[in-house]
């Protein structure tokens, strides 16, 4: 059997996707690393509240708090690709079956 791996670029990594978790919703709201203030607020499509601005619970400061350190290791590992002393690269390899459509992309090309 052949194992298929995406290998990610981790300096690639340049927009922070954030989808709601309503399943009669599912809207997107995408925020490029380079522009991030802020984590969005609101579900763009519901309206739905996703931290506010206030931070009033503990569980909003912590994924406020979770949100901004993964976009300053981002932003970390952007600024250690681009210099030319850094003697090593990190990659991110992701499963095939962890790609949404990869099963079935594969499938449909099998049948043709
Ligand atoms: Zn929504």
Do not use: Y
């Amino acid at each position: 059997m052949i194992e298929k791996r995406f290998i990610v670029n981790a300096a690639d990594l340049t927009v922070v996707r954030f989808e709601c978790t309503n399943p009669k919703c599912r809207a997107t709201a995408t925020v490029r690393v380079a522009e991030f203030s802020h984590p969005p607020t609101h579900c763009p499509g519901c309206r739905t509240e996703w931290i506010s601005p206030r931070l009033m619970s503990e569980e909003e400061k912590r994924r406020d708090f979770v949100v901004r350190e993964l976009v300053r290791t981002l932003r970390g590992l952007a600024t250690m690709a681009g210099d030319p002393d850094t003697p090593f690269r990190i990659r991110l390899e992701l499963d095939h079956d962890a790609i949404p459509g990869a099963a079935l992309e594969e499938k449909q090309r099998a049948q043709m």
